[in-house]
């Protein structure tokens, strides 16, 4: 208990502090020293998460309860589940590899950047930890604004389109969950969740049932905006093409797994059982795979295919939530841990491949293999790993995903989800053509391989990738040892 | 010997693999005599294997994982069997490519790649659980697609990715029918579902996955396309060993671990008698000599895949004899269609004619391979390709044994004009040929040497398959 009180304690705390130091700092030695400050947050986070997961398989327990009493007038409450574990260390690797990127792709206002990410983690710890809904409203809105505000402010023309349609949506997303609050507020009087464990669906009675489903109806839209699944995507490409690379691994990496995929996690938790819930999400699920996958076969920019890829991604995720089962919930967080690192992966090497190049046209690209050889290969693993290709991890997951959707009766999607695998298979198969493979063009002759943080960046999380896919058996056997399976 | 030699078997090409490209950057000669190393040292454990294998007691290596997975090898007749099998001919497939391949950039990725898939190839045969299966499965699907890709022009990589995107398709229908034999049976262990009898449907997707690996009609169209990787690779991919993993899947789940319904005993054989005489067919039209051979082992997989779903003993022991002959037989004349190609620059057969005076000896490694391949005594493909058809009679079936008679004279028919517009007539003038390489020659000779004398001992062959038919 000690240890992960003490973590939880670092995670809120050091973001703060860094913030704060930024913010007290000269602007001229701020802009010199943020950016390396900024890495402390992700690596105590990394540090703090991995000796929670020692901790928790000692005391074989796999929910926490810590009671912060502030001077014994206001009493916090946050929880440390395993999954919201797998979330907490998924924020800090992304976060890392996105400071990485940014050190090569954010040539000025690298104060901002650093700043806004702190309370960006800041908020997406507090979405995965608070212990009540209106809590994670809270935090959500943190999370909503600093990346409104990073993806606009290394601003361009499509910079502010692509940002302005992600307030617009974020902002209506917002305002759905916070009504669909209201209406549950209305129905059960608590927000804690562990009132709403033992009276969410108490009493039945007709109106209040009513009440219920519209709630469920503006939250599920709500937060199916946050994750960009369709029908809600179609600000997710645009924001990724006019935001900064760095911001574009964050967002696709994170955010939309945060924000929008662990509020369903929490909203299924207590409502999945009412009828019309599960049909939906599989629906919806179903539906984000194959409009997702297509549209990635059609694009030409890089970072619009990578974009599409996380749309469909997030199908997998929703459709893991949906049989509201153990399985099925450790299937989906097991795929948000592994679309985290090979989604930042893709991103890290958009980054690698613009920044060396100059294009994100995968049409003026190609050959690229010989000069960068670790883009390239990591490239590779990241999408082996999105199809789901043993041994890489992404096949574990949907393994899970698939199996849980089987035994909760749904074979159809099963069965759909997995053909839909050869559609990322194939504009996989695309971009490595006309990237990587094939014939080097006579005006890229001269490029080299990019070096320092983004090489490392791509380098560690080609490593996670490749290793969380060998040695997901030992996943599976920490989980059952601490009694999820 | 213990069970460690079957983790030696699996991981010394597996994991040496990946020391290959670092040896290449140290010296090209070191790498290419440890893929060697790593090559034969598969051979010889899973010959190793044997002794314990005859005594009656299968080495076992096993790890319950959570959710009905495990974690285990097992090495029985039959996966030992396959092992030898594939092992022996990617060795010299290896060998070959020595000088094959010298040419060419790419040589790390290459033996790398060829490594890996020796590897995968041996996980695969002792794996004992479907997931696991599934996992080599996809692995060996990678190393296809680099190894087609490995000349890196346009035409090369999208046949690649032809290739890749049929049997990836293939194996996620496959996969589709795991999670059913897993919703049945609540387990993916092989062990714990012998003898299980599963539903139709799952049998079909599963036959999904094995006709596209095994690259029978109607998914079959993406080997002869295959044709334009190099020449060891596609005897390694299309002869040796990767066609061949779906033909064992199917004799180590519906022959050897489930229960089957009878109608796949007619049905499975239709598709095969289909698969042969359509390739057949094309063999006889078409121009380019590998995808000659190609179509001919679209034709010939047809018979394995009759030999194994006839429903008869004797159909399994001919299926499986089949395998072998084929491997080695196949094997070779790919490889000579390599040594032809290498110092002609074109398959194009038009365009060749009188090689048998500037390379007698590949005339003659082809010419025995060829007749293995077309069934003529005493050749060794002649004892599979009888019982076989020998096993599809006995079933009942005779019209269908009828078929694909009719089938092994197509074989002759189109092999023995390959071997005449190559190797006899006219030699036009403009050409100066010569002899392939002294290894490669010595290569595809030992393969034709062995073509003869796995049929003039064929009790030896046959005992050993005989022992698998005891297991089922």
Known sequence: MQVIESSTVLIFAVPLVIFLIN?????????????GLAYVAPITQIVATAACFVQIAHLKQHDIIISWDLAGAVSMRFAVHTYSLVFLFCIALVSLASIMVANRTVPQKRTGFASLLMMLILGMNGIVMVTDLFSLYVFLEIVGISSFVLIAMFKSETGLEGAFK??????????????????????????????????????????????????????????????????????????????????????SGIVIKVAGIYGLIVITGFFGKLPGIKLTLFIMGTISIIIGALFALRQSHFKRIVAYSSVSQMGYILL?????????????????????????????????????????????????????????????????????????????????IIMALWSSGARVFAAIALFASIFTAAYFLRLQRKVFFGKLRDQLAGITEIGGSVKLAQIMLTVVTIAAGLLFPFALLYFRGIGLL | ??????????????????????????????????????????????????????????????????????????????????????????????????????????????????????????????????????IFWEISAICCWRLIGFYREEITIRRANKAFVVTVLGALIMLVGFVGIYGNTGTFDLAAMKGTHIPAWIVVLILCGVLSKSATFPLHNWLPDAGVAPSPVTSLLHAAVLVKIGV????????????????????????????????????????????????????????????????????????LLYILMHSVAKGGLFL?????????????????????????????????????????????????????????????????????????????????????????????????????????????????????????????????????????
């Open chain 2, 1 to 134: 010997m213990g069970s460690e030699i079957i983790i030696a078997c699996i991981c010394v090409p597996l994991c040496g693999s990946f020391l290959l490209p670092l040896l290449g950057i140290i010296n090209a000669k070191l790498r290419n005599f440890a893929a060697l190393a790593f090559t034969v040292t598969a051979f010889l454990c899973a010959a190793f294997a044997l002794p314990a294998v005859f005594d009656g007691s299968p080495l076992n290596i096993h790890f319950e994982l959570p959710l009905g997975l495990s974690f285990g090898f097992y090495a029985d007749v039959l996966a030992v069997f396959m092992a030898l099998t594939s092992s022996f001919v990617a060795s010299i497939i290896v060998l070959y490519s020595f000088d094959y391949i010298k040419p060419y950039e790419h040589q790390n990725e290459y033996y790398m790649m060829v490594c890996l898939f020796i590897g995968t190839m041996m996980g695969l045969v002792f794996s004992t659980n479907l997931i696991f299966i599934y």
């Open chain 1, 23 to 35: 913010s007290l700092f000269s602007k001229r030695l701020a802009e010199k020293f943020s950016m």
């Open chain 1, 320 to 400: 893991g939530l949906s049989t509201v089962s153990m399985l099925g919930l450790l299937g989906a967080v097991a795929h948000v841990f592994n679309h985290a690192t090979f989604k930042s992966t893709l991103f890290t090497n958009a980054a690698a491949v613009h920044e060396q190049t100059g294009t994100y046209d995968i049409n003026e690209l190609g050959g690229l293999e010989k000069k960068m050889g670790v883009t390239s290969f990591s490239s590779l693993a990241a999408f082996m790993s999105t199809a789901g290709i043993p041994p890489f991890a992404g096949f574990w997951s949907k393994l899970l």
């Open chain 2, 248 to 319: 064992y899947i199917y004799a180590r789940l519906f022959v050897n671990s489930l229960a089957i319904d009878k109608v796949f005993t007619v049905a499975v054989p239709v598709i095969a008698a289909v698969s042969a005489l359509v390739s057949a067919g094309v063999a006889l039209r078409e121009n380019d000599i590998k995808r000659i051979i190609a179509y001919s082992t679209i034709s010939q997989l047809a018979f394995i895949l009759l030999g194994l779903s006839a429903g008869t003993e004797i159909g399994v022991l001919g299926g």
């Open chain 2, 336 to 472: 000579c269609a390599g040594i032809v190609e290498h110092s002609l620059h074109t398959k194009d057969i038009t365009k060749m004619g009188g090689l048998y005076k500037r390379m007698p000896l590949t005339a003659l490694a082809f010419i025995f391979c060829a007749f293995s391949v077309m069934g003529i005594p005493p050749f060794g493909g002649f004892f599979a390709k009888y019982l076989v058809i020998d096993g599809i009679v006995s079933a009942g079936n005779t019209g269908l044994g009828a078929v694909f008679i009719a089938g092994a004279v197509m074989t002759i028919l189109y092999l023995s004009r390959l071997f005449i517009k190559v190797f006899l007539g006219e030699s036009p003038s403009r050409l100066e040929v010569k002899e392939g390489s002294p290894l490669m020659v010595a290569s595809v000779l030992i393969l034709a040497i062995l073509s003869v004398a796995l049929g003039l001992s064929i009790s030896w062959p046959s005992g050993f398959v005989a022992l698998i038919g005891g297991g089922i």
């Open chain 1, 166 to 251: 992600y307030l617009v949506m974020s902002v209506l997303a917002s305002i759905m969950i916070l009504t669909g609050l209201a209406f549950i507020f209305m129905q059960t009087g608590s927000l804690q969740y562990d009132h709403l464990e033992a009276s969410a669906l108490a009493g039945q009675s007709p109106t209040q049932l009513v009440l219920i489903y519209a709630a469920m109806i503006l939250m599920i839209a709500g937060f199916a905006i946050k994750t960009g699944a369709v029908p809600f995507h179609s600000w997710l490409p645009d924001a990724h093409q006019s935001a900064n690379t760095a911001v574009s691994v964050l967002l």
